[in-house]
Nanobody, 115 residues
Framework: QVQLVESGGGLVQAGETLRLSCEAS????????MAWYRQAPGKQRELVAV???????NYADSVKGRFTISKDNAKKTVYLQMNSLKREDTAVYYC?????????WGQGTQVTVSS
């Protein structure tokens, strides 16, 4: 059974930092592609960052240079380091992976950035 458990969200002021964590179980973590998505109120869920099993990364244009995705295979955990946060980064952030044809999602963690 695949499980993704996020943590690390919270309320911060613009310009501050947060680090999100997502601990995975039930998958071969070292080879899976892991991703972070976010969904703001009234908007569609959007891809924020992705990291492949080999460690290649890609980012949404809106977060390039500010966010960094990384992973620790030993801990089966993927991270999202968020620097220079902006009000528009306010959203629920979800961890995502796939196994076979199925996509799996965490429960989400709220990030709120105030000005």
């Amino acid at each position: 059974q695949v499980q993704l458990v996020e943590s690390g969200g919270g309320l911060v002021q613009a310009g501050e930092t947060l680090r999100l964590s997502c601990e995975a179980s039930g998958i071969i973590f070292s080879i899976n592609t892991m991703a972070w998505y976010r969904q703001a109120p009234g908007k569609q869920r959007e891809l924020v960052a992705v990291i492949t099993g080999g460690g290649n990364t890609n980012y949404a244009d809106s977060v390039k240079g500010r966010f960094t995705i990384s992973k620790d295979n030993a801990k089966k955990t993927v991270y999202l380091q968020m620097n220079s946060l902006k009000r528009e980064d306010t959203a629920v952030y979800y961890c995502n992976t796939a196994s076979g044809r199925l996509a799996y999602w965490g429960q989400g963690t709220q990030v709120t950035v105030s000005s």
